[in-house]
């Protein structure tokens, strides 16, 4: 479904915001992680929704927007209204800062648990999950974690790092704490497995011969290989890690009646149609998948502590950086 068809789509359903009890107008001040593209399609999307909002966009990685809004906290006067960044963790640290806000009226039915913070100060807006991407002329193709283990695939892998990438320490994280045990990242790096800085890299490394299997977020592998690359991806039968792009509203915020319609926007069953459009895994379990995603219920997410992840975060760096290099 391309983008124009989906905010016809989120027209015809549209009354269901539109006419919310909020009356949502004023300014809202939006700190994202999204693309550029993405970020400006999903303003677009929920201002046909609610065209009396003005909606102000700053736009960076997650850890610069992490850094601006802790020197505005510091400073006495954080900007942003609304969050909408990678990866639950961060939401995690400033929960326990007491900066969220809880919206106890979002409508979570149709989520998995797992994928928005019980309290409901954090809301997960899609499923972003971690899998093996694999060049075509692979000797074999892989179905579990433990084939990067194998003879045929030593010195054949590559993987992000988490001092680059919130979904590779998310990922981290999550087979520590799996079946799959504690060590797996130093078996991957006794088997010659490399990092690379961010999963671009990892695609272009498989996509180009150099490695032969890669860890990898699975948008930008299916991505890859439906622009004609030479390469496949595989969600491993042992399950897969998921960031879950989170939203949530500060405490501070100066528009809390705008920032909870943005909120719902992106949790409606409108709000999802946009994310598959782009290219995502819905979260809800009610909107189907983009072509060759499996369905958000059918999917195996590795259970993950978020609370354990955001304490052992830095702890989890030094041992990768000590296994692979900096």
Not at 112 to 139: C, E, Q, R
Request: with cysteine.
């Amino acid at each position: 479904m391309r983008f124009v068809e989906t905010c016809g789509a989120v027209l015809a359903a549209g009354l269901l915001l539109s006419g919310s009890a909020w009356a949502a107008s004023g300014k809202l001040v939006l700190y994202t992680s999204q693309p550029d593209k993405i970020a400006a399609e999903t303003v677009a999307a929920f201002n046909k929704q609610e065209p009396q909002v003005e909606v102000e966009v700053f736009r960076s990685g997650t850890t610069e927007i992490m850094n601006k809004l802790a020197a505005e906290l510091v400073g006495g006067a954080p900007k942003a209204d609304l969050l909408f960044i990678a990866d639950a963790v961060s939401m995690e640290q400033l929960k326990a800062d007491g900066r969220l806000a809880a919206y106890a009226q979002a409508d979570v039915q149709a989520f998995p648990a797992g994928t928005y913070d019980p309290d409901k100060s954090y809301f997960g807006t899609k499923l972003i999950t971690t899998g093996i991407i694999y060049n075509k002329a692979a000797p074999s193709k892989p179905a579990s974690w433990l084939d990067l283990l194998k003879p045929e695939a030593k010195g054949q892998v590559v993987l992000p790092s988490p001092l680059y990438s919130g979904a590779a320490a998310i990922h981290m994280a999550a087979l520590d704490g799996s079946s799959l045990g504690s060590d797996y990242y130093q078996r991957l790096a006794a088997n010659g497995a490399d990092a690379a800085k961010g999963n671009g890299a990892v695609v272009t490394a498989v996509a180009g011969g150099q490695k032969m299997y890669g860890i990898i977020v699975e948008f930008m592998a299916l991505n890859a290989r439906d622009k004609g690359s030479p390469v496949d991806f595989v969600f491993p039968k042992e399950g897969v890690s998921a960031v879950t792009e989170p939203v949530a509203i500060l405490k501070t915020a100066h528009n809390p009646e705008a920032a909870k319609a943005f909120v719902a926007f992106l949790l409606s069953k409108p709000g999802q149609e946009l994310a598959v459009a782009q290219g995502f895994l819905p979260a809800r379990t009610d909107v189907a998948p983009p072509p060759g995603f499996p369905k958000t219920a059918d999917l195996h997410i590795l259970p993950l502590d978020l609370a354990k992840t955001a304490a052992d975060a830095d702890l989890l760096k030094r041992q990768f950086t000590d296994l692979f290099g900096g």
